[in-house]
């Protein structure tokens, strides 16, 4: 069995050899094919585990109050879309005091810049430093955690004291070879003393939580003075079971400190970490079904190309199979040749289209600082497919082939 699987491969190799054009066309089909379906199969699981990551960090039992709601922000181009007033710092600040709910804590926070420059000693960033100006609740309800230091405290907001939290980025980057705790940094003047550094949390669309400064957030206030600043609410439910009556009561809250009648929509957003998970997750899998479909197509279009190879392929050696025939080649040695030779072809369009759809999967989630994961599922679904093609394209030629009349074939011409 194993000499005549030899036999077959030789003979295989020798007739795409001698048929290079129709085989190179045919395997090209395939790797776009395969390409497509596994370099999007690739992006998605990196989108799915980076952003999966983030959201889940906060915590199912988290939510928050901002300007609009996912769904709206996701389609903010959208002509027909309701603008909502900002959450101005009276507003956030009214939230906080009247959002009594227990086992909950609240956070106020808000972007102070984006494009902030640092100084330490005599070294300073890129103008790429993102300051926030927050309370002492913002690093717990937002997922971080931290490497070194402490967080700050309410005598540290409260008294408006210079402390900030930096990113994990200023370790290797500002502080390389310095333990950054309790060194002082310089951001438009004013010295802020480091009292904590945040664990790496990566980048999300070219948004990099590492390079962030966190200072309290009425200093953050008096030297980032600017108009129309939107602020951030979050908030945490320690006791999960209580979170959608928490939603609820934030709702009413909210829609009293806007000053709302019974019969006005809300004119904010709430986001809760699970209902962006699910989101998210919804999104994914149709991207996933519609790079599987337009794959399933290209594919059934190289199939059936393979197939008409083959079936040329048995035309033009008809003469080749009466006289193997002849010489006491059975049936099943003859469809097993051709079967042997579609075999070979889908295998190598399918692991070329495996290896650049991985590279094409990998460069464009490095170009989107998402983390790459070898989509293990997505390489099973491509030999998968490639196996179901050289079934589908191979089997009718090869039983063609091995039911050719050995009498009629060598009188073919």
């Not at 370099?39 to 906060?58: D, H, Q, R, V, Y």
């Not at 390389?176 to 945040?198: C, H, M, Q, Y």
């Not at 206030?221 to 939603?247: C, H, M, P, T, W």
Request: aromatic share 10%; glycine share 8%; hydrophobic share 45%.
């Amino acid at each position: 069995m194993v000499g005549l699987f030899k036999e077959n491969t030789r003979i295989a190799i020798d007739s795409i050899r001698s048929q290079a054009l129709r085989t190179f066309l045919t395997v090209f089909i395939i790797v776009i094919g395969i390409t497509f379906l596994v370099g999007i199969l690739t992006l998605t699981k990196a989108l799915e585990n980076n952003l999966f990551g983030n959201f889940a960090s906060m915590g199912a039992n988290t939510f928050s109050i901002s300007q609009y709601d996912f769904s709206e922000q996701i389609n903010q181009n959208d002509g027909e879309q309701k603008i909502n007033p900002f959450i101005s710092y009276p507003q956030a600040k009214s939230f906080k005091e009247k959002f009594q709910f227990p086992f909950s804590a609240t956070s106020l926070s808000f972007t102070a810049s984006a494009t902030a420059e640092v100084k330490f000693d005599n070294k300073k960033t890129d103008p790429e430093i993102t300051i926030l100006g927050s309370d002492e609740n913002f690093i717990p309800n937002n997922g971080f955690e931290l490497s070194a230091g402490r967080n700050f405290n309410s005598f540290d907001v409260d008294n408006n004291n210079y402390v900030c939290v930096v990113g994990a980025n200023f370790k290797d980057g500002l502080f390389e070879g310095v333990n950054p705790i309790d060194k002082t940094i310089s951001v438009r003047g004013a010295k802020f003393k480091v009292i904590g550094l945040l664990k790496e949390k990566g980048a999300t669309f070219g948004n990099n939580q590492d390079l962030r400064v966190i200072i309290p957030i009425q200093i953050a206030r008096s030297i980032f003075s600017q108009a129309n600043i939107n602020y951030d609410i979050d908030v945490k439910i320690s006791n999960k079971q209580l979170l959608d009556e928490g939603v609820d009561n934030a709702i009413l809250t909210m829609r009293r400190v806007r000053k709302l009648n019974p019969v006005e929509k809300d004119n904010f957003g709430i986001k809760r970490s699970d209902d962006l998970i699910q989101k998210l997750g919804e999104n994914i899998a149709v991207i996933n079904i519609a790079a599987i479909a337009i794959g399933a197509i290209t594919i059934f279009g190289s199939t059936i190309a393979l197939m008409n190879i083959m079936l040329v392929s048995v035309s033009e050696r008809t003469r080749e199979i009466g006289i193997r025939k002849a010489l006491g080649a059975k049936r099943i040695t003859i469809a097993w040749q051709f079967f042997t030779e579609t075999f070979i072809i889908s295998q190598i369009g399918g692991i070329i289209g495996i290896i650049l759809g991985l590279l094409l999967g990998s460069l464009i989630a490095s170009l989107a600082g998402f983390e790459f994961v070898t989509p293990w599922v997505a390489i099973l679904i491509a030999f998968m497919t490639t196996f179901i093609v050289t079934i589908i394209s191979g089997l009718y030629p090869a039983v063609k082939a091995s039911k050719l009349d050995p009498v009629e074939a060598l009188r073919y011409e």
